[in-house]
């Protein structure tokens, strides 16, 4: 069962935790130590914080639950034209289990009672392109290696 959190200021070691596991795999291959991993990330991760409330102050910051334990994140901006679906991480160790699809599926729902498409953008070698495609969402333009996808109710 999923259930969403709103973020308080003592979510911070939680949310830096989250977004380093997002980043291991591309940092692995760097050849960097653990100081210089931990200061880029700490940077990255201000950056993004500072980006999420400066280009998406609508945006409402949510910790996703799965049967009570904190898995991961979701950044979600419902405007007039859309419902937008700024950032969704996970842990590893929780990606793979429905968790992601669960969600989406919620939220596909909710854009259907409303009438509302839901759009997000993702790196096309991202993964989590495959679970988009698989559920119904399109490319609608492409920006470098950005997709930017559409799904519509």
Known sequence: MLSFVAVVPEDESFL????????????TGWGWDASEKESFLQMQFEFQRRMFHTQHPDAVISIVCADRCRVGRV???DRADAIYVI??????????QSIGTTYLLMLQSEARAC????????QAANRALR?????????IEEQGVYHTMEWSP
């Open 131 to 139: 679970l988009y495609l698989r559920l119904g969402f399109r490319i």
């Open 75 to 77: 950044v979600v901006a």
């Open 16 to 27: 830096f935790e989250l977004y380093a596991s997002t980043r291991y795999e591309e940092l």
């Open 115 to 122: 009438g509302k498409p839901i759009r997000l953008n993702v």
């Open 87 to 96: 950032d969704l991480s996970l842990f590893p160790q929780y990606q793979n």
